[in-house]
């Protein structure tokens, strides 16, 4: 009984050490203390490599994740903020995806720059929640949420890292249709 309690206190110390983390993360990149490594990085690896991070996730629930995301997709970016991008859109898509449901990875040109969609099959978005989903602490209301773990920070920092590579992040889609974060 004691070991099991010492367990549970240890999962919750390494959960407030990533709350933490996130949450300094969050205030180094808002605050322009963050070094971003530019380098050209292929946007497929990148893709690639989170999935297959990931794919044990997927497996549990029956989720079918593909890319279409081709090789000539190679951009200047910071390689390790970038995966943390992919891991917390993909990981949110599983979380919110029901069995058996499908996340799909697109990337195409726009004059200068690449846009990338990961669209899932899950519950949606509401359309008033679109905009506060990407504020610290945010987390839409729904019936999922109370069975899904998360502080509400993961989007906050998702931004913060695009925006400090000069990008743009938004979602779009309703309820029950899943959404698309681009």
Partial sequence: DVIKNL??????????VDLINDLLDISRLESGKTIIRFEPISLKNIADKVIDMLSVQCKDKGIEVSSNIQEEFVINVDRVQIERVFINLIGNAIKFTPPQGKIMLTAHSK????????ADTGIGIPSEAQESIFEEFYRVDNAIKQDTKGTGLGLSLVKNIVEAHGGTIWVKRKPQEGAVFS
């Fill in 111 to 118: 004059k200068d720059f690449v846009q990338i969609d990961i």
């Fill in 7 to 16: 367990e549970k206190i240890n999962h919750h110390a390494d959960e407030l």
